[in-house]
Protein backbone atom coordinates (compact mmCIF):
# COMPACT_ATOMS: atom_id res chain seq x y z
CA UNK A 1 0.00 0.00 0.00
CA UNK A 2 1.66 3.35 -0.84
CA UNK A 3 1.88 5.74 1.96
CA UNK A 4 1.45 9.48 1.88
CA UNK A 5 2.90 11.43 -0.66
CA UNK A 6 4.36 15.23 -0.43
CA UNK A 7 6.04 17.72 -1.90
CA UNK A 8 8.22 19.47 -1.92
CA UNK A 9 10.44 18.15 0.66
CA UNK A 10 12.43 21.26 0.99
CA UNK A 11 11.52 25.08 0.35
CA UNK A 12 13.25 28.10 1.18
CA UNK A 13 11.85 31.20 0.32
CA UNK A 14 12.15 35.11 1.41
CA UNK A 15 9.47 36.85 3.97
CA UNK A 16 6.13 37.94 2.09
CA UNK A 17 6.59 35.65 -0.72
CA UNK A 18 4.39 32.55 -1.49
CA UNK A 19 4.58 29.12 -1.13
CA UNK A 20 2.23 25.99 -1.62
CA UNK A 21 2.57 22.54 -0.35
CA UNK A 22 0.90 19.03 -1.81
CA UNK A 23 -0.01 15.86 -0.65
CA UNK A 24 -1.42 12.81 -1.87
CA UNK A 25 -3.37 10.45 0.82
CA UNK A 26 -3.13 6.82 0.96
CA UNK A 27 -5.90 5.84 -1.32
CA UNK A 28 -9.40 5.50 0.74
CA UNK A 29 -8.70 7.40 3.29
CA UNK A 30 -11.30 9.52 4.26
CA UNK A 31 -9.81 12.07 6.28
CA UNK A 32 -6.62 14.56 5.49
CA UNK A 33 -4.89 16.41 8.00
CA UNK A 34 -2.23 18.95 7.96
CA UNK A 35 -0.23 20.33 10.78
CA UNK A 36 2.53 22.50 11.96
CA UNK A 37 6.18 20.98 13.17
CA UNK A 38 7.96 23.62 14.62
CA UNK A 39 11.88 22.02 15.59
CA UNK A 40 11.24 20.51 19.44
CA UNK A 41 7.57 20.44 19.51
CA UNK A 42 4.69 18.27 18.68
CA UNK A 43 2.82 18.27 15.77
CA UNK A 44 0.07 21.51 15.55
CA UNK A 45 -3.15 20.59 13.86
CA UNK A 46 -3.79 23.70 11.01
CA UNK A 47 -6.91 22.11 8.95
CA UNK A 48 -8.66 18.91 8.99
CA UNK A 49 -11.19 17.60 6.06
CA UNK A 50 -13.37 14.70 5.79
CA UNK A 51 -13.23 14.23 2.00
CA UNK A 52 -13.79 17.61 0.55
CA UNK A 53 -15.29 19.31 3.96
CA UNK A 54 -13.33 21.19 6.58
CA UNK A 55 -13.95 19.29 10.15
CA UNK A 56 -11.61 21.50 11.81
CA UNK A 57 -9.71 24.59 10.79
CA UNK A 58 -9.23 26.43 14.43
CA UNK A 59 -5.56 26.83 14.25
CA UNK A 60 -5.48 27.81 10.84
CA UNK A 61 -4.15 31.27 10.33
CA UNK A 62 -6.87 32.54 7.92
CA UNK A 63 -5.30 36.02 6.82
CA UNK A 64 -2.64 33.95 5.47
CA UNK A 65 -3.39 30.53 5.18
CA UNK A 66 -5.51 28.57 3.14
CA UNK A 67 -5.82 24.87 2.37
CA UNK A 68 -8.52 23.13 -0.04
CA UNK A 69 -9.19 19.66 -1.28
CA UNK A 70 -11.48 19.74 -3.92
CA UNK A 71 -12.19 16.81 -5.24
CA UNK A 72 -11.80 14.78 -1.70
CA UNK A 73 -8.34 13.03 -2.36
CA UNK A 74 -5.48 15.17 -2.75
CA UNK A 75 -4.69 19.01 -1.06
CA UNK A 76 -2.78 22.03 -1.24
CA UNK A 77 -1.40 24.38 1.77
CA UNK A 78 -0.60 27.50 1.03
CA UNK A 79 1.04 30.09 2.30
CA UNK A 80 1.01 34.06 1.39
CA UNK A 81 2.34 36.11 2.44
CA UNK A 82 5.44 33.97 4.71
CA UNK A 83 6.91 35.29 7.71
CA UNK A 84 9.64 34.19 9.56
CA UNK A 85 7.69 32.33 12.21
CA UNK A 86 6.38 29.79 10.05
CA UNK A 87 9.83 28.05 9.00
CA UNK A 88 8.46 24.17 10.19
CA UNK A 89 8.23 21.26 8.95
CA UNK A 90 4.62 20.88 7.64
CA UNK A 91 2.79 17.23 7.65
CA UNK A 92 -0.16 15.87 5.81
CA UNK A 93 -1.60 12.90 7.26
CA UNK A 94 -4.61 10.80 6.10
CA UNK A 95 -6.87 7.97 8.43
CA UNK A 96 -9.70 5.67 7.48
CA UNK A 97 -12.89 6.23 8.95
CA UNK A 98 -13.52 2.55 10.17
CA UNK A 99 -15.63 1.75 13.11
CA UNK A 100 -13.27 -1.27 13.59
CA UNK A 101 -10.04 0.33 13.57
CA UNK A 102 -8.12 2.42 15.18
CA UNK A 103 -8.25 4.94 12.52
CA UNK A 104 -4.84 5.90 13.93
CA UNK A 105 -2.94 8.80 11.86
CA UNK A 106 -0.25 8.07 8.95
CA UNK A 107 2.16 10.52 7.82
CA UNK A 108 4.17 11.64 4.91
CA UNK A 109 7.14 12.81 4.92
CA UNK A 110 6.90 16.33 5.15
CA UNK A 111 8.04 19.43 3.85
CA UNK A 112 10.67 21.57 5.68
CA UNK A 113 9.92 24.98 5.16
CA UNK A 114 12.62 27.91 5.77
CA UNK A 115 11.44 31.91 5.92
CA UNK A 116 14.53 33.90 5.49
CA UNK B 1 -7.44 23.85 28.24
CA UNK B 2 -6.76 20.58 27.11
CA UNK B 3 -2.92 19.73 28.31
CA UNK B 4 -0.52 16.93 27.22
CA UNK B 5 2.48 16.94 29.52
CA UNK B 6 5.88 14.53 28.48
CA UNK B 7 9.60 15.04 29.60
CA UNK B 8 11.50 16.83 27.48
CA UNK B 9 14.57 14.21 27.12
CA UNK B 10 15.36 11.24 28.56
CA UNK B 11 18.64 9.11 28.15
CA UNK B 12 19.18 5.25 29.02
CA UNK B 13 21.63 2.65 27.68
CA UNK B 14 21.52 0.05 25.34
CA UNK B 15 20.51 -3.15 26.46
CA UNK B 16 18.59 -1.37 29.45
CA UNK B 17 14.73 -0.76 29.99
CA UNK B 18 12.94 2.83 29.73
CA UNK B 19 9.69 3.98 30.59
CA UNK B 20 8.48 7.07 28.96
CA UNK B 21 5.41 8.67 30.87
CA UNK B 22 2.41 10.65 29.55
CA UNK B 23 -0.15 12.72 31.90
CA UNK B 24 -2.88 14.11 30.10
CA UNK B 25 -6.35 16.73 31.07
CA UNK B 26 -8.19 16.39 28.01
CA UNK B 27 -12.13 17.15 27.39
CA UNK B 28 -12.97 13.67 27.05
CA UNK B 29 -11.08 10.47 26.31
CA UNK B 30 -11.40 8.48 22.80
CA UNK B 31 -8.28 6.94 22.85
CA UNK B 32 -4.28 7.40 23.65
CA UNK B 33 -1.80 6.84 20.80
CA UNK B 34 2.03 6.98 20.88
CA UNK B 35 3.95 7.86 17.79
CA UNK B 36 7.89 7.28 17.34
CA UNK B 37 9.80 10.33 15.60
CA UNK B 38 13.09 9.83 14.15
CA UNK B 39 15.12 12.83 13.61
CA UNK B 40 13.94 14.92 10.35
CA UNK B 41 10.83 12.01 9.51
CA UNK B 42 7.66 11.69 10.53
CA UNK B 43 5.72 10.24 13.35
CA UNK B 44 4.83 6.37 12.80
CA UNK B 45 2.43 4.87 14.75
CA UNK B 46 3.63 2.74 17.77
CA UNK B 47 0.46 2.05 19.87
CA UNK B 48 -2.77 2.26 20.81
CA UNK B 49 -4.42 2.13 24.49
CA UNK B 50 -8.21 3.15 25.26
CA UNK B 51 -9.23 0.92 27.89
CA UNK B 52 -7.06 0.78 30.79
CA UNK B 53 -3.67 -1.93 31.06
CA UNK B 54 -0.97 -3.14 29.59
CA UNK B 55 -0.90 -3.56 25.57
CA UNK B 56 2.32 -5.33 24.76
CA UNK B 57 3.56 -5.42 21.31
CA UNK B 58 7.23 -7.02 20.86
CA UNK B 59 10.17 -5.12 22.86
CA UNK B 60 7.48 -1.95 23.71
CA UNK B 61 4.57 -2.03 26.08
CA UNK B 62 1.92 0.74 26.32
CA UNK B 63 0.06 1.51 29.99
CA UNK B 64 -3.28 3.80 30.29
CA UNK B 65 -4.86 4.47 33.47
CA UNK B 66 -7.86 6.57 32.16
CA UNK B 67 -8.74 7.43 35.95
CA UNK B 68 -5.49 8.72 36.82
CA UNK B 69 -5.25 10.28 33.15
CA UNK B 70 -1.68 8.51 32.90
CA UNK B 71 0.34 6.42 30.36
CA UNK B 72 3.24 5.04 29.85
CA UNK B 73 5.44 3.89 26.75
CA UNK B 74 7.86 0.98 28.26
CA UNK B 75 10.62 -0.03 25.66
CA UNK B 76 12.98 -3.24 26.94
CA UNK B 77 16.22 -4.39 25.20
CA UNK B 78 16.81 -0.92 23.98
CA UNK B 79 18.95 -0.47 20.63
CA UNK B 80 20.53 2.17 19.55
CA UNK B 81 17.71 2.76 16.27
CA UNK B 82 15.48 3.48 19.55
CA UNK B 83 16.98 6.94 19.62
CA UNK B 84 14.43 9.45 18.22
CA UNK B 85 11.19 11.03 19.88
CA UNK B 86 8.42 9.45 21.01
CA UNK B 87 5.37 11.45 20.69
CA UNK B 88 1.93 11.55 23.55
CA UNK B 89 -1.38 11.95 21.67
CA UNK B 90 -5.01 11.80 22.97
CA UNK B 91 -8.02 12.09 21.06
CA UNK B 92 -10.39 13.95 22.64
CA UNK B 93 -14.56 13.84 22.93
CA UNK B 94 -14.32 15.59 19.53
CA UNK B 95 -12.12 12.99 17.92
CA UNK B 96 -9.49 15.05 17.47
CA UNK B 97 -5.63 14.16 18.32
CA UNK B 98 -4.35 16.55 21.05
CA UNK B 99 -0.18 16.16 20.83
CA UNK B 100 2.20 16.29 23.44
CA UNK B 101 5.22 17.94 22.20
CA UNK B 102 7.13 14.29 22.59
CA UNK B 103 10.18 13.07 25.01
CA UNK B 104 13.49 12.69 23.20
CA UNK B 105 15.09 9.51 23.98
CA UNK B 106 19.21 9.32 23.70
CA UNK B 107 20.50 5.47 23.55
CA UNK B 108 24.09 5.34 25.01
CA UNK B 109 26.15 2.61 24.15
Known amino acids: EAGVAQSPRYKIIEKRQSVAFWCNPI?????LYWYQQILGQGPKLLIQ????????DSQLPKDRFSAERLKGVDSTLKIQPAKLEDSAVYLC??????????????FGPGTRLTVL | GQNIDQPTEMTATEGAIVQINCTYQ??????LFWYQQHAGEAPTFLSY??LDGLEEKGRFSSFLSRSKGYSYLLLKELQMKDSASYLC??????????WGAGTKLIIKP
Open chain 1, 27 to 31: SGHAT
Open chain 1, 49 to 56: FQNNGVVD
Open chain 2, 49 to 50: NV
Open chain 2, 89 to 98: AVRDSNYQLI
Open chain 1, 93 to 106: ASSSLEWDSYNEQF
Open chain 2, 26 to 31: TSGFNG
